[in-house]
């Protein structure tokens, strides 16, 4: 499906830019907050929904999105009968969004990428993966839960794209950039772009490849989020 749409293009500053691409990351990277102990605090708002192979048995289940309170949400699914639930961090000051469906690795199971900040440019995201029983954050090779950001307006280019392998299966890239000069004319970017293997919910980097001084142009830059989207679904 397109969500292109969630790619926020107004521009500003560089500098606020940075600055709150700085700031928002460690917030997310702490733990996430428990569910809220009081739950009649916060008027229930109504669930977004999407579908998504999650078991990779060919059959797709509903996956849910609620706001249960400030800046939590709720994201759950029945497979084969069976519930299972998490909750991550949402931003409350806008809509809920669903769940993107993804398939990171490319083995049919689907991965869910879920927006928990949504700034005036950009969004950052975590990434869900169902392990046969539950839902879980994917986690990086510290153990960490991932955290990817989109967007950037001019002052930074970010975001992720999938690319197949030899021999079946996907690498998932990471592209964190920042403009060389938010005045210049073309602007360039220069960064990293991590290249990750997902197994069993954890990622492996495969390389990290300098990006310098490059045109948003460049392959190295590529971000196109719909290139990990689940095939047939
Ligand atoms: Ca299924
Ligand atoms: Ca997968």
Redesign the pocket.
């Known amino acids: 499906m397109n969500r292109t749409g969630i790619i926020r293009t107004a521009t500003i500053t560089g500098v606020a830019a940075a600055l709150s691409l700085a700031a928002i990351v460690p917030a997310l990277a702490a733990p996430q907050a428990s569910p809220l102990s009081n739950p009649l605090a916060a008027p229930a708002a109504d669930p977004v929904t999407t579908v998504a192979d999650l078991d990779g048995d060919g059959e797709i289940e509903r996956v849910s999105a609620q706001l249960t309170g400030d800046n939590d949400q709720v994201i759950s699914a029945t497979v084969n009968g069976s519930f299972t639930s998490i909750h991550l961090g949402a931003d409350s000051s806008v809509p809920l969004e669903a769940p993107r469906v993804a398939?990171?690795?490319?083995?049919?199971?689907?991965?869910l990428i879920v927006a928990q900040s949504v700034g005036a440019n950009t969004t950052f995201f975590t990434a869900l993966h169902y392990d046969g029983r539950n839902l879980s954050q994917v986690v990086d090779e510290h153990s960490k839960p991932l955290f990817v950001a989109e967007g950037g307006g001019v002052a930074a280019h970010l975001g992720y794209q999938c690319t197949p392998l030899n021999g079946g299966g996907r690498t998932f890239e990471v592209v964190a950039s920042e403009a060389d000069d938010v005045s210049a004319e073309p602007l360039t970017y220069s960064g990293t772009r991590t290249v990750y293997t997902?197994r069993d919910g954890a990622l492996t980097t495969r390389s990290s490849l300098p990006i310098t001084s490059r045109p948003v142009t460049d392959p190295v830059l590529g971000a196109d989020a719909a290139t990990c989207a689940q095939t047939g679904s």
Do not use: I, W
Request: net charge negative.
């Open positions: 398939d990171l690795n490319g083995d049919g199971r689907a991965e997902l």
